[in-house]
């Protein structure tokens, strides 16, 4: 794990996933439109963070 945070895709991954995240939390709770805002910051975090966990060994 810690080779993952050295990669710059890992890190730049990380806040992009936690806000896709809250944006879907709040969506679900309190207005609709941030649920439309979600994937569009979770999907490119995940695999932002899949690819620098993947460049790890590298």
């Known amino acids: ?3 993952a ?3 710059p895709l890992f890190v730049t991954g990380i806040p992009l ?10 969506g679900l709770f309190i207005e609709k439109t941030f649920a439309y805002m979600a994937p569009g910051l979770l999907i490119p975090g995940l695999i932002f963070m899949l690819i620098g966990w993947m460049q790890r060994n590298k």
């Not at 996933?17 to 709040?26: K, M, N, Q, T």
């Open 1 to 3: 794990m810690e080779k």
């Open 5 to 7: 945070f050295k990669q």
């Open 17 to 26: 996933a936690i806000c896709g995240f809250c944006f879907g939390i709040s």
